[in-house]
């Protein structure tokens, strides 16, 4: 476990689209941003106070997001053996498509790598966010927390996301949500924190 004292370090990579400008940005300042822009390099944000969702308190020391495209993960990979936790975000909208299975497929197995090689932090831990969601005809009007196992069924299910879970493993918690509004955001930031608490048991 690490120090809780300091925070926790999150860093946030996967393809372009898949959501993790938006998710960054409500880490840290609770907010939704209103248009795409896609990020260029690595964003380096702060957050000043714990998150408190329901009972659950998180410290975050610093938040990276990075850029999307494929030779991003040479910095991914710095950026990776710094950090406490890593979000490797799939769009559920491009789940389908093979060159993006292959893409998703090709970043999981150099997470899983990385790890096999002693290059994280012993204590790290991943999670699969699945994005977008909201584009199932189930999930049209959001991931309540009712209907959170089966967007999870669903999720796993489209083949970006099995290959994902079976380079990074069967333990890997995978949350399936929607980031459209500040009520998506929030619910699938409270399972995050849910998920983060059991990993450290």
């Known amino acids: 476990m690490w120090p809780q004292s300091k925070g926790t ?3 946030l990579i996967g393809p372009i689209g898949s959501g993790k400008s938006t998710l960054a940005r409500f880490l840290q300042d609770g907010t939704v941003p209103e248009d795409y822009v896609s990020t260029a390099g ?4 702060a957050r000043s ?5 329901d009972g ?4 975050i020391s610093v938040i990276a997001d990075t850029a999307g495209h494929p030779e991003a ?25 093979s060159s993006y299975v ?7 197995g150099q997470l899983r790598d990385w790890r096999s090689k002693g290059e994280l932090r012993d204590h790290s831990r991943t999670v699969l966010i ?11 009007d959001g991931v309540s927390q009712g209907r959170a196992n089966h967007a999870e069924r669903v999720a796993r299910s489209a083949p970006a996301v099995a290959a994902a879970v079976k380079e990074l493993g069967p333990a ?7 980031l459209a509004t500040t009520a998506a955001c929030t619910d699938v930031t409270f399972r995050l924190l849910t998920a983060i608490e059991s990993s450290l048991g």
């Open 9 to 11: 370090s999150f860093l």
């Open 130 to 140: 699945v994005t977008h969601m909201d584009r199932h005809e189930d999930f049209g």
């Open 73 to 97: 993960i040479r910095a991914w990979h710095e950026k990776a053996k710094e950090s406490d936790i890593l979000l490797y975000l799939v769009s559920y909208a491009e789940a389908s498509d």
């Open 172 to 178: 890997c918690p995978v949350i399936a949500g929607s």
């Open 49 to 53: 106070e714990d998150i408190a969702l």
């Open 102 to 108: 292959k893409r998703v497929r090709r970043d999981t």
């Open 56 to 59: 659950l308190r998180l410290k």
């Open 42 to 45: 690595t964003r380096t944000l």
